[in-house]
Each structure stands twice: as structure tokens, then as C-alpha cells.
């Protein structure tokens, strides 16, 4: 008795897609919950509840729950809807019908609710309303096995059909008792429908289990009592009928998504899948049957996930079991290993703990310990620490020793950008981690960023006055903004509470750092033509007001063609940030006659690349400059690109250069060079520069360039190539030599040498 053309009466059973969700167990959507709001999860929560205590006949329990939730979230009209079926179970129709109209009020096209209306009003005798609702709901869907349903229900209302013959006789079809039977199948399965839709299932498994047994081809009423069944948690005996419903109809969809529902239940997800992926390979747009698929891969993934974690659990368990049975035995050796420790005899530390794990390879514990030993011992011992470490977090990956201890060793070997992020997790789950944030201030540190560093050691240190960590941390912070006397004062700190430690004994060993700096410069030049040698010298005075800021006064004497010109100049450069510098120069000559009467001159740097190891920092910078002399303007731009190489031992710096030169007198140069009064001239080129660093104490750098050159009081376009190196003596006194050759046009050829000295005190 097929009442639907097959394959399919998806849209059909919408009723029973709506009540398989409502028993969904209470752990689906748990995955989902992560993401929503602290009241959506509620919600959730009160609405399955809800649902499944309506499913269960506990009408003022599922009323209860269903008001809270859709209160929690007004917009569900899912959850509204099963607060409308509860209130009309129960007989309180008025509230059942209000319910149903808002969600009507809020989605026209929802069609339970309209059903529901229905219902109530054949319950209340208001069978003009009834027929309204049902007109409007037949143009939707006029084949619609519950329409058809509700039509009945109401013609019998207004017309009680004649009573039924109860005696079945089992003839051939065309006989008077094969039509009594079918009359009374069609009653039976209008009833069960009906005790379903009202929540009484154990009255519509009664009624469609009749159905079957008069009529066993009837595949539709087999789909119905598998879909009450499983309301019942019954599944064995859906399972029998959806198969034999896909027995008779092997292409039924909605049987084929009981038996898929029934697996998604006993998790059995596998099964579940399977059954799904046969649905879809023929209706692949069917959405029960698509949000079924999602549910059993989230279950699938969450069977897994308890899986592991029980994996783990159990292995935690057992390491601890092992860890108590032999803690009375090795507490001496542990003992002795953390005053060794303390001693800083960390080869010997090491051995203890490397002794205790050949008997308990799998101890994070001492898997860490090892690992920290190791660290301690310097570079050459980092790849063995970084193993403890690794291998303790795979037997605990919370183990919050073991990844701090990663992150420790990032940190001695430069990797910042992978210390960061393990700390973070740490940070994480336990933001008062004293050992993390104390790492987190040394990365900061190491970033270039001391005074930061110094604010969060300084925190700390008001946490924990003892920890000589800590305290060297704040320590070395103050060093990093020059406040080396401070600094040693708190490095004394530490050594009251830690007097043995080699570490702090060499931090109080450091010198004070000199603060001021003085560049004296000399050069002889020799030009081609009948100009007479050039001699030039300056001196240079720095001081560091802090971590970022220098001030520099600087006096220059130059005798060129015979005449002595005076340049004093002052300059001011700073650090905004670990990226960007900048700086700013002003002078003049008060005797010019070939130097600037007047000049100024900005620029700076800016890393647009950290890099690492072979290709390092990436910077552009940017030098400009106007300077007035006696017979010209000159004004210039010079944008440029540095390159650093080989862990920063090697950097190419590269520039274009461009001039705009004004002469404003006629007259001539020192040299007979005429200008020309009012003429704007335009000057372009580039420079190219390698340095590098063979020794940690010698600088070596080669240059070319084809540019304008302004440094006599005009503009000639030139050529120079020239090299040199510096060599620090010590870290107070440092050397310069250079040379260079150039040759300018239509003009002298030029060849000079230059020393220099640097001493800091």
C-alpha cells in the first residue's frame, strides 16, 4: 500500500525528519557549542533536553525546558515549534496555538506549524478554521501525506464515517474483505500518524505494527514504525523494518536514512557513513541526509579524539604508577643531582639524570631535568637538549616544562619567532606562570626591546625577590638602556641569595659601558691637475642619552686650493622602534667659501625583512640633504636598499642619487670652474657598497660610484671607487684606513687617503 511515488518521500516525512533531530543523544553538537555564545549553548542544550522529555511523555518537564530556550533564543522557530507540540500534548491549546502563529508570524512557509495549527483547531471544534488553514497549506504541498491526513481528520469531523466492519477475511483483491482490509489499513496508519505527531508513540508503534501485519508490502507504514521505533530507542526493531521496507523498495530514501540514523546512534559511524553515501549517490541534494553526513564525521572525529585521549590518559596513568613505585629509591639521586644543579656542575647533574632514564625511558620528568642539564652546557649541546625536550612533550604534550624548555632553547639559538608562540600556549592555560613570563620578558629582550623587558622582570621581581632568574633578567634589561650601574647593583642582589653561581659572579665581572664616543679623522688628497694637495680633519663627540636616542657635535677643518674653511655641524639620530631609525644633521661654515654657508640633512632606515642565516635583514633607506653655498643650492635625494648576508657578516648597501644644483652668482670656483647665474642644473646616479667581516674584530669595504658630487661648493659629476677597513684594537679603541680615487668631469682627478681613530669612555 505505497501512498507516494518511490524512489523517495523525503519531503513527505518531514514529521519524522523533525522527530529523528529531536532525539539526537545530547552529545551531538558538542563540537558545535565550542563556537557559540555561553546562552546559544544553553539553548542548545534546553532544547534537546526539551524534546527528548516531550519524545518521553513528560510534558511539564519538556514545557519547562522549551520556554527557557526559546527565551535564551527567540529566533529558533525549530525550538518554538517543539514548545507548541508539548503545549498541545499536554491540552493547552490556547497557549499551542499562540505558538504556533508566531512561528508562522516570523516563517510563513513552515509548514509543521501551520499542521500543528490545524490540530488544535479540529481539537477545539473549529472546523472553519481548520479548513482555512488547511487550504492554505494544500496549495503548498496538495500531496502531501499529512495534508491528505488532516483532510481526512477534518471531513470525518464534520461527517463521522460509518463504523468499520471488524471482521477481515483474506480473499483476492477484487473480493468485499480485501477492501474492508485496506479500509481499515488506511484507518490504522491515519491513527498512527496522528499518536505519533501527538508524542504517543507507544500507541503509534501499536498502530502501524497492525498496519504491517495486515498489510506486509506496505513499505510506507514499515518507514513510519522505524521512525517510532527509534523514538523508543529501539533499534533493533527499526533496523528490521527500514530493511524490510528496502527490501520490497530497494531506492525507499527515507528507510535508507533510518538504517543510516540507527548506526549514527549505536556509533557505529562506519555503518552510518556507508548507508548515507548510498543515499546520496542517488538524491546527492537530499538535506537530512547531507547534515546527517556532517554529524557522523563529527562523531566520527570525537570517537577518534576519545580514543587518543584515553590513549594518552592510560599511558599518563602508567608512567605515574611507575614514577611512585620508584620514588622512595631515587629521591637521594634527585637530590644530589638538584645541588649539583644549584652548583652549576651540570655535566655531573646530567649523568644522574641520564642514569635514572635508562631504567625510565618514558619520564618527562627527567626527560626535562636531562634536557635543561644539557642546555646549560652551551651551543654545542643545544641538539641534544631540543631532543629531551621534544621527546618529554610527546609522552605529555601539556607538559609545560618540556615546551618552555623548546622555547628556552629557541631563545639561545635565535629563534625567536619559534620561541614566541610556545611560551604564548603555555601563557595560555596558566597566565600566572611565573617561569613563562619570565621567559617572555627575555625573548622581549632579545627582540631589541630591554626597556619593555625591564617593566615585566621588574613585575616579577615584586612577585618573587628571590629568584636569581628573575633578577638577572632585570639586570640584564637595565644594561640594555645603558643603566649598567643599576644593572650591577641587581646582579649583587642575586648573589646574596645565590653566592656560589659562576653565572652571577661573571654579570658583576662586566664592565661599566662608555656612553661617549670621539671619531678623529685625517686625509691627504692629491689632485692631477695644478691645484695644489688637499688636507682634511675632523673631530667628532657622541653621547648615548639612552637605548634609542644619540647626540653628536662634530667640527671639520679643510684646507682646499689654499683657503681654510671651518664646517661645525650637530646631529641627532634615533631608534622608534626594532624596524625604524632616523636621523637629523644641521651645520654650517662661518668662513665658507667652498664648504655650505648652510646646510641640513635627514634620513633613515627602515627593515621591511628580519631573514635569517644566508639572506638576513632586508632595509630601505633614505638620505636628502639641501646645503647653500657661496655661488649655489644644491639640493639632493638619495632612496637606497642594504642587504644583509650570511648571519649579517656580509651586507650590500646600494643607493640612487639624485641632485638639483641653482647657482645663483656668476662667478668662479677656487679652481677657475665658472657658474653660471640662474641656472638650474639636474644630476643623477647611484652608489654601491660591500662590507663584510672575515674576524669578529675586522670590518672590510669596497665601494663604486657614479654621482654627483657637492662637496666643494658645485656640482661635477663623478666617478670614484674606493675600499678600506676598520679593526677594533679592543672594545674602547678601534682604527680606520681608506683610500679612494675619483674622477670628475671636465675637473681634476682626485686620489686620497684617510685615517681614522675611535675611542669610547
Given at each position: 500500500?505505497?501512498?507516494?511515488?518511490?524512489?523517495?518521500?523525503?519531503?513527505?516525512?518531514?514529521?519524522?525528519?523533525?522527530?529523528?533531530?529531536?532525539?539526537?543523544?545530547?552529545?551531538?553538537?558538542?563540537?558545535?557549542?565550542?563556537?557559540?555564545?555561553?546562552?546559544?549553548?544553553?539553548?542548545?542544550?534546553?532544547?534537546?533536553?526539551?524534546?527528548?522529555?516531550?519524545q518521553?511523555?513528560?510534558?511539564?518537564?519538556?514545557?519547562?525546558?522549551?520556554?527557557?530556550?526559546?527565551?535564551?533564543?527567540?529566533?529558533?522557530?525549530?525550538?518554538?515549534?517543539?514548545?507548541?507540540?508539548?503545549?498541545?500534548?499536554?491540552?493547552?491549546?490556547?497557549?499551542?496555538?499562540?505558538?504556533?502563529?508566531?512561528?508562522?508570524?516570523?516563517?510563513p512557509?513552515?509548514?509543521?506549524?501551520?499542521?500543528?495549527l490545524?490540530?488544535?483547531?479540529?481539537?477545539?471544534?473549529?472546523l472553519?478554521?481548520?479548513?482555512?488553514?488547511?487550504?492554505?497549506?494544500?496549495?503548498?504541498?496538495?500531496?502531501?501525506?499529512?495534508?491528505?491526513?488532516?483532510?481526512?481528520?477534518?471531513?470525518?469531523?464534520?461527517?463521522?464515517?460509518?463504523?468499520?466492519?471488524?471482521?477481515?477475511?483474506?480473499?483476492?483483491?477484487?473480493?468485499?474483505?480485501?477492501?474492508?482490509?485496506?479500509?481499515?489499513?488506511?484507518?490504522?496508519?491515519?491513527?498512527?500518524?496522528?499518536?505519533?505527531?501527538?508524542?504517543?508513540?507507544?500507541?503509534?508503534?501499536?498502530?502501524?505494527?497492525?498496519?504491517?501485519?495486515?498489510?506486509?508490502?506496505?513499505?510506507?507504514?514499515?518507514?513510519?514504525?522505524?521512525?517510532?521505533?527509534?523514538?523508543?530507542?529501539?533499534?533493533?526493531?527499526?533496523?528490521?523494518?527500514?530493511?524490510?521496507?528496502?527490501?520490497?523498495?530497494?531506492?525507499?530514501?527515507?528507510?535508507?536514512?533510518?538504517?543510516?540514523?540507527?548506526?549514527?546512534?549505536?556509533?557505529?559511524?562506519?555503518?552510518?557513513?556507508?548507508?548515507v553515501?548510498?543515499?546520496?549517490?542517488?538524491?546527492?541534494?537530499?538535506?537530512?541526509?547531507?547534515?546527517?553526513?556532517?554529524?557522523?564525521?563529527?562523531?566520527?572525529?570525537e570517537?577518534?579524539?576519545?580514543?587518543?585521549?584515553?590513549?594518552?590518559?592510560?599511558?599518563?596513568?602508567?608512567?605515574?604508577l611507575?614514577?611512585?613505585?620508584?620514588?622512595?629509591?631515587?629521591?637521594?639521586?634527585?637530590?644530589?643531582?638538584?645541588?649539583?644543579?644549584?652548583?652549576?656542575?651540570?655535566?655531573?647533574a646530567?649523568?644522574?639524570?641520564?642514569?635514572?632514564?635508562?631504567?625510565?625511558?618514558?619520564?618527562?620528568?627527567?626527560?626535562?631535568?636531562?634536557?635543561?642539564?644539557?642546555?646549560?652546557?652551551?651551543?654545542?649541546?643545544?641538539?641534544?637538549?631540543?631532543r629531551?625536550?621534544?621527546?618529554?612533550?610527546?609522552?605529555?604534550?601539556?607538559?609545560?616544562?618540556?615546551?618552555?624548555?623548546?622555547?628556552?632553547?629557541?631563545?639561545?639559538?635565535?629563534?625567536?619567532?619559534?620561541?614566541?608562540?610556545?611560551?604564548?600556549?603555555?601563557?595560555?592555560?596558566?597566565?600566572?606562570?611565573?617561569?613563562?613570563?619570565?621567559?617572555?620578558?627575555?625573548?622581549?629582550?632579545?627582540?631589541?626591546?630591554?626597556?619593555?623587558?625591564?617593566?615585566?622582570?621588574?613585575?616579577?621581581?615584586?612577585?618573587?625577590?628571590?629568584?636569581?632568574?628573575?633578577?638577572?633578567?632585570?639586570?640584564?634589561?637595565?644594561?640594555g638602556?645603558?643603566?649598567?650601574?643599576?644593572?650591577?647593583?641587581?646582579?649583587?642582589?642575586?648573589?646574596?641569595?645565590?653566592?656560589?653561581?659562576?653565572?652571577?659572579?661573571?654579570?658583576?665581572?662586566?664592565?661599566?659601558?662608555?656612553?661617549?664616543?670621539?671619531?678623529?679623522?685625517?686625509?691627504?688628497?692629491?689632485?692631477?691637475?695644478?691645484?695644489?694637495?688637499?688636507?682634511?680633519?675632523?673631530?667628532?663627540?657622541?653621547?648615548?642619552?639612552?637605548?634609542?636616542?644619540?647626540?653628536?657635535?662634530?667640527?671639520?677643518?679643510?684646507?682646499?686650493?689654499?683657503?681654510?674653511?671651518?664646517?661645525?655641524?650637530?646631529?641627532?639620530?634615533?631608534?622608534?622602534?626594532?624596524?625604524?631609525?632616523?636621523?637629523?644633521?644641521?651645520?654650517?661654515?662661518?668662513?665658507?667659501?667652498?664648504?655650505?654657508?648652510?646646510?641640513?640633512?635627514?634620513?633613515?632606515?627602515?627593515r621591511?625583512?628580519?631573514?635569517?642565516?644566508?639572506?638576513?635583514?632586508?632595509?630601505?633607506?633614505?638620505?636628502?640633504?639641501?646645503?647653500?653655498?657661496?655661488?649655489?643650492?644644491?639640493?639632493?635625494?638619495?632612496?637606497?636598499?642594504q642587504?644583509?648576508?650570511?648571519d649579517?657578516?656580509?651586507?650590500?648597501?646600494?643607493?640612487?642619487?639624485?641632485?638639483?644644483?641653482?647657482?645663483?652668482?656668476?662667478?668662479?670656483?677656487?679652481?677657475?670652474?665658472?657658474?653660471v647665474?640662474?641656472?638650474?642644473?639636474k644630476?643623477?646616479?647611484?652608489?654601491?657598497?660591500?662590507?663584510?667581516?672575515?674576524?669578529?674584530?675586522?670590518?672590510?669595504?669596497?665601494?663604486?660610484?657614479?654621482?654627483?658630487?657637492t662637496?666643494?661648493?658645485?656640482?661635477?659629476?663623478?666617478?670614484?671607487?674606493?675600499?678600506?677597513?676598520?679593526?677594533?684594537?679592543?672594545?674602547?679603541i678601534?682604527?680606520?684606513?681608506?683610500?679612494?680615487?675619483?674622477q670628475?668631469?671636465?675637473?681634476?682627478?682626485?686620489?686620497?687617503?684617510?685615517?681614522?681613530?675611535?675611542?669610547?669612555?
Amino acid at each position: 500500500m505505497r501512498r507516494q511515488p518511490l524512489p523517495s518521500r523525503l519531503g513527505a516525512l518531514r514529521p519524522f525528519a523533525l522527530l529523528v533531530i529531536a532525539c539526537l543523544p545530547s552529545a551531538i553538537g558538542s563540537a558545535q557549542a565550542q563556537a557559540q555564545l555561553p546562552d546559544e549553548v544553553t539553548a542548545e542544550r534546553l532544547s534537546r533536553e526539551g524534546a527528548a522529555a516531550r519524545q518521553d511523555g513528560r510534558l511539564d518537564e519538556a514545557i519547562t525546558a522549551l520556554g527557557r530556550a526559546t527565551r535564551l533564543k527567540p529566533a529558533d522557530v525549530d525550538t518554538q515549534l517543539q514548545l507548541g507540540l508539548a503545549l498541545f500534548a499536554k491540552g493547552r491549546f490556547d497557549e499551542a496555538s499562540s505558538q504556533f502563529r508566531k512561528i508562522l508570524g516570523a516563517a510563513p512557509d513552515y509548514d509543521e506549524a501551520r499542521a500543528g495549527l490545524i490540530r488544535v483547531a479540529l481539537a477545539t471544534k473549529d472546523l472553519d478554521g481548520a479548513e482555512r488553514e488547511l487550504a492554505t497549506l494544500k496549495r503548498r504541498s496538495p500531496n502531501d501525506p499529512d495534508v491528505i491526513t488532516l483532510e481526512g481528520q477534518l471531513s470525518a469531523a464534520r461527517k463521522p464515517a460509518p463504523p468499520l466492519e471488524p471482521q477481515l477475511r483474506s480473499t483476492s483483491d477484487e473480493s468485499p474483505g480485501t477492501e474492508a482490509t485496506s479500509t481499515a489499513s488506511r484507518r490504522l496508519f491515519v491513527e498512527g500518524q496522528a499518536a505519533r505527531k501527538a508524542g504517543r508513540f507507544d500507541e503509534a508503534i501499536a498502530r502501524f505494527s497492525k498496519v504491517v501485519a495486515l498489510d506486509p508490502d506496505d513499505v510506507d507504514a514499515q518507514v513510519e514504525l522505524g521512525g517510532v521505533l527509534i523514538a523508543r530507542q529501539r533499534f533493533a526493531d527499526a533496523r528490521a523494518a527500514f530493511a524490510k521496507a528496502l527490501a520490497k523498495t530497494p531506492e525507499y530514501g527515507d528507510a535508507r536514512l533510518g538504517l543510516a540514523r540507527i548506526a549514527y546512534y549505536e556509533k557505529r559511524t562506519a555503518d552510518a557513513a556507508r548507508e548515507v553515501g548510498l543515499l546520496l549517490a542517488r538524491e546527492p541534494k537530499n538535506r537530512e541526509a547531507l547534515r546527517l553526513r556532517v554529524q557522523i564525521a563529527r562523531a566520527a572525529a570525537e570517537l577518534d579524539a576519545a580514543a587518543e585521549k584515553a590513549k594518552r590518559d592510560l599511558e599518563a596513568a602508567r608512567i605515574e604508577l611507575a614514577k611512585q613505585q620508584a620514588q622512595a629509591a631515587e629521591r637521594r639521586r634527585t637530590e644530589e643531582a638538584t645541588a649539583l644543579r644549584k652548583a652549576g656542575k651540570f655535566t655531573a647533574a646530567e649523568a644522574i639524570y641520564r642514569s635514572l632514564l635508562q631504567s625510565r625511558p618514558k619520564d618527562a620528568d627527567l626527560l626535562v631535568s636531562a634536557g635543561s642539564m644539557a642546555a646549560f652546557q652551551g651551543k654545542t649541546r643545544f641538539a641534544d637538549a631540543r631532543r629531551d625536550f621534544e621527546a618529554a612533550g610527546a609522552i605529555n604534550p601539556a607538559y609545560d616544562d618540556a615546551i618552555l624548555g623548546l622555547a628556552r632553547v629557541d631563545l639561545y639559538e635565535g629563534k625567536l619567532e619559534d620561541a614566541e608562540p610556545r611560551i604564548a600556549r603555555v601563557l595560555a592555560r596558566r597566565p600566572e606562570n611565573i617561569e613563562a613570563k619570565a621567559l617572555s620578558a627575555r625573548v622581549i629582550l632579545a627582540r631589541g626591546e630591554p626597556s619593555e623587558a625591564e617593566t615585566i622582570f621588574r613585575q616579577l621581581r615584586a612577585r618573587q625577590s628571590k629568584d636569581t632568574d628573575i633578577l638577572l633578567g632585570l639586570g640584564d634589561s637595565l644594561r640594555g638602556t645603558m643603566q649598567d650601574d643599576e644593572a650591577r647593583l641587581i646582579y649583587r642582589e642575586a648573589a646574596i641569595v645565590d653566592p656560589d653561581s659562576a653565572e652571577i659572579a661573571a654579570r658583576i665581572a662586566q664592565g661599566i659601558r662608555p656612553r661617549w664616543r670621539l671619531d678623529l679623522d685625517g686625509s691627504l688628497s692629491i689632485l692631477s691637475q695644478k691645484g695644489s694637495d688637499w688636507q682634511e680633519g675632523s673631530a667628532r663627540l657622541s653621547y648615548i642619552l639612552n637605548d634609542r636616542t644619540v647626540i653628536t657635535g662634530g667640527i671639520e677643518v679643510t684646507n682646499r686650493f689654499r683657503i681654510v674653511n671651518t664646517l661645525i655641524d650637530a646631529r641627532l639620530d634615533h631608534r622608534w622602534s626594532d624596524a625604524w631609525t632616523s636621523y637629523l644633521r644641521i651645520g654650517g661654515s662661518p668662513d665658507a667659501v667652498y664648504r655650505p654657508i648652510v646646510f641640513g640633512e635627514a634620513g633613515g632606515t627602515l627593515r621591511v625583512m628580519d631573514g635569517n642565516g644566508l639572506f638576513g635583514a632586508t632595509l630601505l633607506t633614505l638620505d636628502s640633504g639641501y646645503a647653500k653655498y657661496d655661488a649655489t643650492d644644491a639640493m639632493t635625494a638619495s632612496p637606497g636598499l642594504q642587504q644583509y648576508l650570511l648571519d649579517g657578516r656580509l651586507w650590500i648597501s646600494g643607493k640612487v642619487i639624485g641632485t638639483l644644483a641653482n647657482s645663483t652668482v656668476t662667478t668662479r670656483a677656487p679652481d677657475g670652474f665658472a657658474f653660471v647665474r640662474d641656472r638650474l642644473s639636474k644630476f643623477g646616479g647611484y652608489s654601491v657598497r660591500v662590507d663584510g667581516m672575515p674576524t669578529d674584530r675586522l670590518t672590510l669595504f669596497v665601494g663604486w660610484a657614479d654621482a654627483p658630487d657637492t662637496s666643494d661648493g658645485r656640482v661635477i659629476p663623478t666617478q670614484a671607487v674606493y675600499g678600506g677597513g676598520i679593526y677594533d684594537l679592543n672594545e674602547s679603541i678601534s682604527v680606520k684606513l681608506s683610500a679612494a680615487h675619483e674622477q670628475r668631469v671636465k675637473s681634476y682627478d682626485r686620489t686620497s687617503v684617510n685615517v681614522g681613530l675611535t675611542t669610547r669612555f
